[in-house]
């Protein structure tokens, strides 16, 4: 279920971008038949991998299940997805229980006619024709699109990074603030520069931890 029209504010290629509404798609799962609007409410990280058992891809999946709690305690939903079909995702993910012990416990799409994989640029002609690359979306509770990241196919995807951009963008959300480069939970954030002289002036007397006019923080 994909319209022309969900794909407004994208380009015509299906490029999702920053701060648009996410396409809305229904699709088949692990976890049976799912809706993304369904998910709204909820943050949402929907990623792709090239093919279920690989190596990168398999280590990314016993990663992303280790830390499952870590996102549920945030109200992230995850939802996977490659171009594999439905019993070949089941089975790779019983294999991975039998093999490490762990449980995968979110969805994956069994997108076999890759338009859900077309619909968001995940598959890039120049590395395959067929096969997603390591693509993640992230999605606030209203399903506009708050960050979009594409890993070359050799690269595993760093989990942390992923939970402290979420925690990042958590604050920025509610505080209306920034946060500086590498920034990690409880440290001070960034205001919001001034727009004229005079307040270029007023900045430097207003109690905040300033290196200059320009650039300031404060503690939450």
């Known amino acids: 279920m994909i319209s022309g029209e969900q794909l407004t504010g994208g380009d015509q ?4 971008t920053i ?8 699709a088949i799962t692990t976890h049976g038949k799912v809706k993304l609007s369904d998910y709204k409410g909820s943050w949402v990280i929907l990623f792709s991998h090239p093919a279920d058992f690989t190596p990168v ?11 499952f709690d870590e996102f549920e305690k945030r109200g992230v939903k995850l939802l996977g997805l490659s171009v594999d079909g439905l019993n ?18 979110f969805p994956i799409i069994a997108d076999l006619d890759t338009k859900v994989a077309r ?4 598959i890039h002609p120049q590395i395959s024709h067929i096969m997603p690359i390591r693509s993640v979306f992230i999605l606030d ?29 958590f604050v920025v959300d509610k505080y209306r603030v920034d946060t500086p480069a590498n ?12 727009h004229t002289q005079h307040g270029a002036e007023d ?13 300031c923080k404060k503690k939450l």
């Open 88 to 105: 070949s995702h089941i089975a790779w993910v019983r294999d991975i229980e039998e093999h490490t012990g762990v449980h995968v416990p």
């Open 57 to 67: 891809c398999t280590t990314e999946f016993v990663e992303f299940s280790r830390r």
């Open 183 to 194: 920034w990690q939970p409880g440290e001070p954030v960034l205001i919001e520069p001034p």
């Open 141 to 169: 509770p209203k399903m506009i699109v708050k960050m979009v990241i594409f890993y070359p196919t050799g690269v595993g995807r760093n989990i942390d990074e992923l939970v402290r951009t979420l925690d990042a963008l």
């Open 203 to 215: 900045r430097m007397k207003e109690g905040y931890e300033c290196t200059t006019w320009y650039l």
């Open 119 to 122: 619909l968001y640029g995940m």
């Open 19 to 26: 701060g648009m509404m996410a396409p809305d798609f229904e």
């Open 13 to 16: 290629c299906g490029r999702i």
